[in-house]
């Protein structure tokens, strides 16, 4: 997958989608956070930050590793990756104290998808690991499917596709068996992504196309915008692009219908990145424009972080270097903020190569020399091939300068 794909992809992802999480998570949390999926985020934080300071007074614990889950994954929704872990951190202490093995693999799985958020796949994956043998150990399908649902979408984010769909094929028939439609709706949604990660649209759009008349049975809204928008990604994929904007404004018809902020911004993006691939530049960076208020208000920073880099990509297309290096400093900062490594290299890269438009090679080699181990700590090895010809340019461009800006380094 591109790697300023797979960093989109991401923060989309992490949207959650509460009320498709209702669905999948098996524990009480969930639901809580199913019947506020209208709300903003820091509204629903603030909701949940009074129940936890009302449990813990009243000394109901069970509730409060509830209300600690729950804020876990709502501050990893809004980028706040570290209250996030301090939160999930504290409900696992609290379910190993009362042994229990049900909450201890459901937080597992929680933190896991943290790491995941914050580039550190391997981490992820060692604690989705732990998690499904406790599933399995207690003979759960659901969670057991869970697990591996969530093990697919990290060794996708790896870029090892393969192994995506071993675990995939896995959870696929688990969802069955327990009669969760929407979990197997989910995993079919995952097969499309890495099936379109593979350039096989045809077999994408047939997995996206079984999970989006699921989500239609089921009446679960969220999910079938969800397909929708990957429906639009599998068929810009095929070049479709006039099936590509009409997949995009259902899926944004849906999100403005259920109230779903973070939904209708991440359609405004792809709209706009569709119209930037049809060459026009302006439309796109308008359709850009209107998704970042959409974000601030939804309370995702891994989303403003992306749409203020893809604000930066539009004036770099249209030939204003300096204005898009102003929106990529203000993405840089954001990403580092919330911790989001693959995101802060995606921008150091766009950063990069703003600085070679502006004729300053050697400004450019210095981010791309930055950008380059955090490709390689994220284990993204199309960025990191990226950064490597992104320098490659910058040293032609230096000339004789070269050896000067070499010495310079090594001082």
């Known amino acids: 997958m591109n790697p300023e794909r797979e960093t989109r992809w991401m923060a989309w992802w992490s949207t959650a989608l509460p ?17 506020q999926e209208n709300l903003p985020l820091k509204d629903q934080i603030a909701q949940h930050e009074q129940r936890l300071a009302d449990a813990a007074t009243a000394k109901q614990y069970r509730n409060e590793v509830t209300e600690l889950n729950t804020l876990g994954s709502l501050y990893r929704q809004a980028g706040n990756m570290l209250k ?79 192994k ?15 009669a969760n439609r929407n979990g197997e709706a989910s995993a079919l ?31 679960e809204r969220a999910g079938e915008a969800l397909s929708l928008n990957n429906m639009g990604r599998a068929y810009s994929d095929l070049g479709q692009k006039a099936k590509t904007l009409e997949s995009y ?10 109230g779903n902020l973070q939904g209708q911004a991440n359609s405004l993006d792809d709209l706009g ?3 930037s691939d049809l060459g026009q530049k302006q439309t796109a960076l308008d359709y850009f424009k209107q998704g970042l208020p959409v974000w601030r208000e939804s309370g995702n920073r891994n989303g403003v972080a992306l749409d203020l880099n893809d604000i930066g990509r539009a004036h770099a297309d249209l030939g204003q270097p300096q ?8 993405s840089l900062a954001l990403w580092r903020e919330v911790g989001n490594h693959r995101g802060e290299a995606m921008t150091l890269s766009n950063l990069g190569r703003a600085y070679l438009d502006l004729g300053q090679p050697d400004k450019s080699l210095e981010i791309q020399l930055q950008s380059l181990p955090v490709w390689r700590e994220v284990k993204e090895s199309r960025g990191e091939a990226m950064a490597l010809g992104l320098i490659g340019m910058a040293y032609a461009k230096l000339g004789s300068r070269k050896r000067r800006f070499l010495t310079r380094l090594a001082l």
């Open 273 to 275: 990145r569709v119209y």
């Open 19 to 35: 009320t498709v999480a209702a669905s999948l998570l098996l524990c009480s949390f969930a639901g809580a956070q199913a019947n």
């Open 189 to 219: 949604d995952m097969m499309g992504k890495v099936y379109s990660d593979m350039s096989q649209g045809a077999k994408s759009l047939e997995a996206l196309n079984q999970a989006l008349a699921i989500w239609r049975e089921t009446g």
């Open 84 to 162: 996030a872990l301090d939160d999930c951190n504290q409900a696992l202490q609290f379910e190993k104290m009362g042994n229990s093995q049900t909450g201890q693999a459901v937080t597992q799985g929680i933190i896991g998808r943290i790491y995941s958020d914050m580039g550190q796949e391997q981490k992820a994956l060692d604690l989705v690991a732990q998690a499904l043998t406790m599933w399995r150990q207690m003979g759960s399908q659901a969670g057991e499917a869970l697990a591996l649902t969530n093990m697919g979408r990290s060794y996708s984010n790896l870029a090892q596709e393969d």
């Open 323 to 330: 204005q898009a290096l102003d929106f990529y400093n203000q």
């Open 164 to 178: 995506a769909l071993e675990v995939l094929n896995q959870a696929l028939p688990l969802w069955r068996q327990a």
């Open 249 to 258: 404004n259902q899926a944004l018809s849906i999100w403005k219908e259920i």
